[in-house]
């Protein structure tokens, strides 16, 4: 069993950043595609970025041009960079695996293993 443990997350201003960090332990992740979700209070939980094993990155629209996936197999990592944070990004954020092995589509992430969030308040 993987274990996904997400840190960074915490109090930032609107127009701020914040760096988080999903680190693995129990399974290598280097050939899974690895994503960040996130769920704001009353609502679902939303997609947000995938990186695929080939570091092929897929992005909501929301954040596109505006958050940075990317992983560092070295590390068993993954992370996510969000940059010109606004209120609307508050949420708590999840890492997760895919369930399958290998390059799949990105717009179809089938979550296998999920983290256990971390929280990202942006202040107007």
């Known amino acids: 069993q993987v274990q996904l443990v997400e840190s960074g997350g915490g109090l930032v201003q609107a127009g701020g950043s914040l760096r988080l960090s999903c680190a693995a332990s129990g399974r290598i992740i280097s050939n899974y595609a690895m994503a960040w979700f996130r769920q704001a209070p009353g609502k679902d939980r939303e997609f947000v970025a995938a990186i695929n094993s080939g570091d092929n990155a897929y992005y909501a629209d929301s954040v596109k041009g505006r958050f940075t996936i990317s992983r560092d197999n070295a590390k068993n990592t993954v992370y996510l960079q969000m940059n010109t944070l606004k209120p609307e990004d508050t949420a708590v954020y999840y890492c997760?695996?895919?369930?399958?092995?290998?390059?799949?589509?990105?717009?179809?992430?089938?979550?296998?293993?999920w983290g256990q969030g971390t929280q990202v308040t942006v202040s107007s």
């Open positions: 997760a695996r895919n369930r399958a092995y290998g390059l799949v589509d990105l717009r179809l992430i089938d979550v296998g293993s």
